[in-house]
């Protein structure tokens, strides 16, 4: 705060009125000015930005006023602050204050510079604030853009930063860094006016720092004949200036370990070199003789920066010089053993290098080639260390592109191991293994490396494009996954060229593997275009055709795995059946069909055996499904015993879902949407059986799961044999752990009873075999005797061991089989969401429910931990919610299946009653409802949507509620069910039941809610729990209000029904007040908002109910409800359950008393209220600080109270006259409600009567102030409860003035008030942190005086 008073100071020199005015000008905007300045140091960038702007248009309307000056000064006090986050922000702020008005001299700034931070007269302790202070000064200056335009600001701020590079303790290189950004943009004229002042003719100093050094390449870039004249002829490059630049780098990349970035000295010495033509000499002597000699990884890093930022800048010459040289091989190195986890990871950065460099020569497709060839070319062992998928490949040109892929061909068909820049790590060359070493080995690395390079490329192609790239690699990977030459042809172009190196049954593998996973990247990627060619046709049917082909071919290709005479007729089938399909593509199912077809043809190759038979079924179904008339072929299969080919496709179809591809997965489950529409209940058991969870857990499923990981390891680039390896030592880790978990565990088990016979025995059988007679038993056992017992032991125990390593391989085994189980169910649940999505009005939708919900069931039940269990679960129940039971469309024709279907609704609704949790009765009561929705049908297509249902639009619904249900419900039995399940929620002392389902089914079936009402109304009052009495207050509150249920009343009906839980209600309320358990004050609450509820009800329809029994009622547990408050009786809930009692009795017309407050004599002793004691610790204030305020005069309660009784004697339907106000809920509401009607003092009630003497707070008037109003507006009791009367009816309304403003101030008017005013008026001119202490304190003396 130290800072803020500065203003006062501000010009010392000018006259005493001038500054006086200054101050006054000042103070008038202290506020607002002064919190720009604290903006603007704060760490949040916006704020920062913000402040400045708002400070740059508050000072340009004041350009010549006080705060100019005192702006200036803050600022540049700023830059020494202590806090060293807050330096920058001045410093920026001064920048931009410069730059916006430009009749500030520069050199004023200086010399306020001068005059704060004095580096002369600086002490010890403000050395390090004046240094920076000055060095962010001048950064201020040169970033306002204004200092190379003025020579004297600019010569001052040199000398300057020639000082500041001195303390280097303090600032480091900063100061010189600035002084050549600086001279950067001065003018040539100026710059070599400058030079001698800021540069020596030293070479030694030059190369004994890197920013010296920057300074001195800047000056021979811009004036090299001015340097030359200053230092001679300079040859920087010589042989005894190498080792000197070598420790000039050094030092230049440990300056930028933590930034992350290349040093300028660095990027300019490289241009140098290339300008002087010394490049040779800088790259292999400089860098990779000199830096790489004793490599740490601050200097590594920075040549690996300059390699990148040096590829634009090279010809081709260079760049092979570079791409194949040491550094090449240490950045190898370095990508092979980094961890991402120790490490700074370096690709992201490489990748931006090399993405700079193909979009710079776009027109040069062969340097792009290169380039390409130059990074694939860095291999340790045989393996490139970049990874197969790179995303600057889709920046390559279409010719570029074309000689890669060619390229990566020729070099998986005869590899040039030669040609490779290939290494070994140090490790690598401490094992000598000659099996590593063998150039099979290396080849067969590189090849599992190109493969999955060229589906990579795929990936980031566009079709249109490079649709010649994609049919190469395709035709590429098909053939050589199952195919082999015989003789070369020139109709195939994939037999000319043969393997220099044979290709093996492990690189083959990763061949088929990546042709899958070639297959799901065409589905995926060019899904917009269905995966199509330029000739119309997918895909698979151009490898399909082209697989035919090389098939056709038998005397120059021969197939990897020869087909049977079966499979081939299969094959030749499958080819015909194509074709039958392609003459009706405009059908959708036809190409589903086609998509299977061919994809389980193209399966053939690889596991022909279980694919052939699969093919011949799917050919057969697809040629019943194609008939004219399904039903005639249903009616033919049921005649001749056969399955119908809907049941033999969905068989095929979970089959295949069995197989880890989610390529398949997609086929399938397109398939599966276009036949859903022909299941048969026989079909929807066969996917209902795999859900079941009980016959999974006892019994192994018909469908075997395979585990096939090679394709899953190819979207994810198993390229890498060092990453396999490293990924194998974890795993083995992690295994490891879990087997010495699991052998503690058995180890804590009961020990097997055999093995510890077999153990008693051998231990007796040594006693035995050593002799010892019974009275030597404490002699030794002989050496004879101690190996015997020994090796018995050790063969023992190697038994047990074996039997413990079976029992875990068992218990791995299991889990194995669940995970892929797991997996499997969540794969078929796909078909379960497409039959819910595409048909929900079929009938065999109804058949879902159960098993979903025994699904759900035992998820939850099982509670289990792992990913897939979680998923599942998830997975199911958002089929059940979202698909199935909150659908639009749902089944009709259930006349014939009603029976069924009452009697499915009570099965459920009992289960969701004997659930042990809420949530999984939840699901139960919601299918109950959904069946419900279904037997209610859609009599009217008005219903459809699922508006009427929850009471949208009720006006146009029938009153007749027999007209509201359909033929298929039956009320009766309906309503019979669910009020067994209300009787449960209201009498059963832990039922899974809950309100909230209760509260749905009355809103979606208001007709059922009219029979279950007697219920409600029953459990109201009467010998129950209360907290069962509370759920049907509840209840009855939510559904009273609702309109869907008031339509299904006659008025004299709805009234009589009003009276009966009038009448409840009144019986409840015999004990409020009295309240001992968290229960009965539960009840209380809620039985007080059904009250309220009854009477905003009998007030908004004018219904004619006798409410003078509660009146009275109600009267009588005033006291008790304000015994109980002051005590502190659940004091989380008193409070609003006094609100609630005062929002009754205002509907019966009385008012709340106002609170008054106390003298010291009606102040309770801290021995009689505990809370008193509590707060008097605190403080307040003494009794003759306190103001006091007269009571109102004029006022007779037991008068009114009287005068009340007899009106209700004579009228008993009372109404209430502020209607248009709504009932009071909180303290901030009741005190707006207030301030705008006429005081009252102990229970007078409110008339409604115009009141013209109201109080009118103007600004001018002390009252406007809001802590004088509260004041005034607390009025308490006297002396406890007052008595209360209600309200007049409205032919008798008494008029009543309100009172004057004098008379409530009329306490020392011209002394308290304006000197509170006074207070206030400061209080509300100082910072924020002196008013919460303001408030603070008067929120303390308010808390003295709470009733």
């Known amino acids: 705060m130290a800072e803020m008073k500065s203003p006062a100071k501000a010009d010392p020199a000018s006259p005493a009125e001038a500054a006086q005015d200054d101050r006054r000008d000042l103070l008038e905007h202290s506020r607002e000015f002064l919190d720009f300045f604290w903006d603007i140091a704060k760490p949040e960038q916006e704020t920062r930005l913000q402040a400045t702007e708002k400070l740059l248009e508050y000072l340009r309307t004041r350009p010549s006023g006080s705060e100019m000056k005192y702006a200036l000064k803050r600022l540049v006090t700023g830059l020494g602050v202590g806090r060293e986050a807050a330096r920058p922000c001045y410093s920026l702020a001064l920048a931009q204050l410069l730059q916006s008005f430009e009749d500030i001299p520069l050199c004023s700034i200086l010399s306020q510079m001068q005059e704060k931070y004095n580096l002369q007269t600086a002490n010890k302790a403000m050395m390090r604030p004046a240094l920076f202070a000055n060095l962010f000064g001048v950064l201020a200056l040169f970033q306002s853009g204004r200092l190379v335009k003025d020579q004297d600001a600019l010569m001052k701020s040199v000398r300057l930063l020639k000082i500041l590079s001195h303390h280097y303790n303090h600032l480091q290189g900063q100061p010189i860094k600035a002084l050549v950004d600086i001279l950067s943009e001065v003018p040539e004229s100026m710059f070599q006016e400058i030079l001698p002042k800021v540069l020596k003719g030293d070479l030694k100093v030059i190369l004994s720092s890197p920013k010296y050094l920057e300074l001195f390449l800047l000056a021979q870039q811009r004036v090299p004949a001015k340097l030359e004249s200053l230092m001679g002829s300079v040859d920087l490059f010589s042989e005894e200036n190498i080792p000197s630049l070598v420790n000039v780098l050094r030092m230049a990349a440990n300056s930028v370990r933590k930034e992350h970035k290349l040093p300028d000295v660095a990027l300019d010495l490289l241009r140098l070199a290339l300008k002087e033509n010394r490049f040779t000499v800088f790259w292999k002597e400089i860098l990779e003789q000199g830096l790489l000699k004793k490599p740490c990884w601050s200097t590594s890093y920075m040549c690996f920066r300059l390699l990148g930022a040096s590829l634009p800048l090279l010809s081709e010459e260079q760049l092979q010089l570079v791409m194949r040289g040491d550094l090449i091989r240490h950045f190898g190195e370095h990508m092979v053993i980094s961890k991402p986890q120790n490490l700074f990871k370096f690709i992201p950065e490489i990748s931006t290098y090399v993405s700079t460099f193909l979009e710079g020569c776009q027109d040069d497709p062969e340097r792009q080639f290169a380039m390409m060839v130059a990074f694939t070319s860095i291999t340790n062992q045989g393996l490139p260390v970049m990874p197969t998928f790179w995303r600057v490949t889709r920046l390559l040109s279409s010719k570029a592109l074309q000689s890669y892929v060619a390229w990566l061909r020729d070099m998986f068909l005869q590899p040039d191991l030669d040609s490779l820049v290939d290494f070994s790590t140090a490790n690598q060359k401490r094992a000598q293994d000659a099996s590593l070493n ?466 499915q609704v009570e099965r459920l609704v009992q289960q969701a009653g004997n659930q042990a949790d809420a949530s999984v009765a939840l699901y139960y009561f919601n299918a109950s409802l959904y069946l419900l929705r279904v037997l209610k049908g859609n009599t009217a297509k008005r219903h459809q949507d699922g508006q009427k249902l929850r009471g949208a639009d009720t006006k146009s619904e029938p009153k007749d509620p027999e007209a509201q249900v359909a033929n298929c419900l039956d009320l009766d039995f309906v309503t019979r069910v669910y009020s067994a399940a209300l009787e449960s929620l209201l009498t059963k002392r832990n039922s899974p039941l809950t309100v909230p389902m209760f509260l749905s089914l009355f809103f979606r079936y208001p007709v059922i809610c009219k029979n279950l009402l007697p219920i409600l109304i029953q459990h109201v009052a009467g010998p129950l729990r209360p907290r069962h009495q509370a759920q049907a207050c509840l209840l009855l509150q939510k559904t009273l209000s609702a309109r869907e249920l008031r339509v299904c009343f006659e008025d004299p009906e709805w009234e009589q029904l009003i009276g009966q839980v009038l009448g409840k209600v009144a019986q409840t309320l015999q004990t409020l007040g009295e309240a001992q358990s968290k229960g009965e004050h539960q009840r209380e609450l809620s039985t007080l908002e059904l009250l309220n509820t009854l009477f905003r009800t009998v007030n908004h329809e004018k219904l004619s109910v006798d409410l003078t029994s509660l009146l009275s009622l109600l009267q009588s547990k005033q006291q008790k409800l304000q015994q109980s408050l002051r005590q502190g009786n659940h004091s989380s809930g008193s409070n609003r359950l006094y609100d609630l009692y005062w929002q009754a009795m205002k509907m019966l017309g009385v008012q709340r008393p106002k609170s008054e407050k106390k003298n010291s004599k009606d102040v309770p002793s801290d021995s009689q209220s505990p809370i008193s004691m509590k707060r008097k610790k605190k403080g307040f204030l003494p009794e003759t600080k306190k103001r006091k305020k007269p009571k109102s005069e004029n006022t007779t309660p037991e008068k009114d109270a009287a005068s009340g009784q007899d009106v209700v004697a004579a009228d008993a339907t009372p109404a209430a006259t502020s209607k248009d106000q709504p009932p009071s809920t909180g303290k901030r509401k009741r005190r707006r409600v207030k301030a705008n009607t006429p005081s009252q003092v102990n229970g007078t009630p409110v008339t409604k009567s115009p009141t013209p003497n109201n109080l009118t707070l103007s600004p001018s008037t002390p009252a406007k102030t809001p802590k004088l109003q509260k004041k005034k507006e607390k009025l308490s009791q006297v002396n406890g409860a007052a008595p209360v009367s209600p309200i007049e009816p409205e032919g008798k309304k008494h008029h009543q003035k309100a009172l004057p403003t004098k008379e409530v101030l009329k306490k020392s008017p011209q002394s308290a008030l304006p000197r509170k005013r006074a207070r206030l008026s400061l209080v509300s001119r100082s910072p924020s942190l002196l008013q919460s202490g303001v408030k603070k304190r008067k929120v303390a003396r308010r808390k003295v005086v709470t009733p």
Request: aromatic share 4%.
């Open 438 to 903: 063998v150039p099979e080995r290396s080849v067969c690395r590189l090849r599992k490396w190109i493969i999955h390079r060229l589906v990579s490329l795929v990936e980031h192609l566009h079709l249109e494009k490079d649709d010649d790239v994609v049919d190469q690699v395709a035709r590429f990977c098909l053939f050589h996954a199952f195919f082999k030459t015989k003789k070369s042809t020139p109709q195939i172009p994939e037999t000319k060229q043969q393997f220099s190196f044979p290709l093996d049954n492990r690189n083959r593998s990763v061949i088929v593997g990546a042709f899958f996973s070639l297959l799901q990247t065409l589905s995926v990627k060019f899904r917009q275009t269905p995966d199509l060619n330029e000739s119309g046709k997918p895909w698979t049917y151009r490898l399909v055709q082209l697989a035919d082909m090389l098939l056709n071919h038998s005397r120059n290709v021969t197939i990897v795995t020869p087909f049977t005479t079966q499979q081939r007729q299969a094959w030749d089938q499958m080819i015909s059946t194509l074709k039958e399909l392609e003459a009706r593509s405009s059908e959708t199912r036809a190409i589903a069909f086609q998509h299977l077809l061919l994809l389980v043809g193209l399966h053939l190759f690889k596991s022909p055996t279980e694919s052939c038979d699969v093919l011949g079924d799917i050919q057969t179904c697809i040629k019943k499904s194609m008939e004219q008339n399904p039903r005639r072929s249903r009616s033919r299969a049921k005649a001749s015993q056969e399955p119908v080919w809907v049941e033999v496709m969905v068989e095929i179809l979970l089959s295949l879902l069995a197989q880890p591809s989610n390529l398949m997965r997609q086929v399938v489950r397109n398939v599966f949407s276009h036949i859903c529409s022909h299941l048969t209940p026989r079909g929807l058991q066969l996917i209902l059986a795999v859900l079941n969870p009980e016959t999974n857990e006892d019994e192994d499923d018909n469908v075997v799961v395979t585990d096939d990981t090679d394709e899953k390891q190819l979207k994810h680039g198993e390229d890498e044999d060092s990453d396999s390896e490293n990924n194998k030592n974890s795993e083995s880790d992690v295994d490891s752990e879990d087997g010495e978990e699991s052998e503690e565990e058995d180890r804590d088990k009961d020990v097997d009873p055999g093995f510890r016979q077999q153990l008693m025995e051998v231990l007796q059988a040594g006693n035995a075999l050593g002799g010892v007679d019974s009275e030597e038993e404490e002699e030794e056992l002989g050496d004879e005797a101690m190996m015997a017992l020994d090796q018995n032991l050790a063969s023992l125990f190697a038994e047990q061991k074996l039997r413990i390593q079976a029992r875990q391989e068992e218990k791995n085994k299991l889990q194995k089989e669940k995970k892929l189980r797991r997996d499997f169910q969540i794969r078929v649940l796909d078909l379960i969401e497409v039959l819910v999505t595409k048909q929900p009005e079929h009938p065999l939708i109804l058949e879902l429910l159960e098993p979903l919900l025994s699904m759900i069931q035992h998820s939850m039940r099982s509670k289990g931990s792992t990913k897939q269990e979680q998923d599942l679960l998830h997975k199911t129940a958002r089929i059940f919610m979202h698909h199935l039971c909150r659908a639009r469309h749902y089944c009709h024709e259930v006349g014939p299946c009603a029976e069924a279907l009452h009697a």
